[in-house]
């Protein structure tokens, strides 16, 4: 049976399933002022951005993330799907109210939206971040998975049932007009607001941090907190746990990001290319640990990565990542394809495969010089990493790193 068959046998169920739960649960979404960010990547940095801005001007916020659900001060971290089914949305929700919170933050993924996971939520507003290609194995095609981001903000503008519906879209992003036509479906209680990147100041490097600042921004603006509010919790935001997240800064940086796309991976490196106040860029080298995901997901990116890689790092690690089923050793074979050949190589690229990812962590830093950066994306905050069988194996990146470096005496 084909993906898409599958999906579409299993629609009326997902639908009913959402149905079922907001009736449940009384409808908690009509009782609270609930936002939904969605894009290809800093949806999360986004919901927290936010979130910080809300809770500076004494708001009481609850938020589902890919890294946690949090309802007012009960904050639990967690890992794996960052829109769930089975009622737990209305539950959050439900949660929510109960606890007088004045803001929910739902991050909303693609996958979500096919499953009818937005469904029966009465959204106050859209976020519009970006859209780059993932998840094209899964819904078909980048015009299937561009449609079911856009497939959100038609239905806050059909079957939302509050008063006043907002979204918020990059206009630097080339898909803008999509989302501006699907936010256009909704009537007259619709409002559109369109932002660019700001130059606001924050502790968070890389330029795509910009947009994701200015998304916030321009939210928070509109339901009513004021510039001098919002540039308080801007100073004071430290960032988000596994995205350009800094365990170390000397004698050397290792950094750890979520980086799972071409996209977010290049901006990554090209963000700690410029970022070290030590050194010029020809004195120090980025070291760099990746992999990509197995369980036939998104094959086409791997010579990608090896690509990208081979332009801004000096050593390369190919390590294990989630293979799910796949052979993992295929799949880093399948990276280092796309890394140049010696003879059409700019300048040498040392490669290594290990597939223990603790010892491709140790190897990486036990290369570093001062003035080096080690990077280690593909995981960021993640707590398992799947293997074959459903089968997870307990994990973190963060810790790798600092186990090795007490084993190290750094």
Known sequence: MTRKLLRKLLSPYHFALSLLGAILYRHPSRKISVIGVTGTKGKTTVIELINAGLEEAGKKTAIMSSIRRKVDAKDV?????????????QKFLFDAVKAKCDYALIEVTSEGVTQYRHRNIDFDAGVFINLHPEHIESHGSFEKYRKAKTDFFGYIGKHSKKGQKYFFINQDDKNALFFVEAADKGGKNSNKVMFRKTDLKSNMVGEFNKWNLCAAEVVLKTFGI??????????????????????????????????????????????????????????????????????GRDKWKRPKFGEIASRYCKEI???????????????????????????????????????????????AINSAQPGDTVVITGKGSEKSIHVARGKKITWSDRDAVMDVLVEMGL
């Open 317 to 363: 690690i190919l390590t294990d990542e989630d293979p799910y089923d796949e052979n993992p050793y295929q799949i880093l074979k399948e990276i280092e394809s796309g890394l140049p050949s010696e003879a059409s190589a700019k300048e040498k690229i040392s490669v290594h495969k290990i597939l223990d990812r603790r010892d491709a962590i140790k190897w």
């Open 77 to 89: 971290m967690q890992s794996g799907n960052s829109m769930p089914g089975r009622f737990a949305i």
């Open 226 to 295: 004021s510039p001098k509010i919002i540039e308080s919790a801007f100073a004071k935001f430290t960032g988000v746990p596994g995205r350009m997240e800094y365990v170390s800064r000397k004698p050397f940086e290792i950094v750890v990001d979520y980086a799972h796309t071409p996209d977010s991976l290049e901006a990554v490196y090209k963000a700690l290319s410029s970022n070290s106040y030590v050194l010029s860029p020809q004195e120090r080298k980025l070291i760099c640990i990746l992999g990509s995901a197995g369980g």
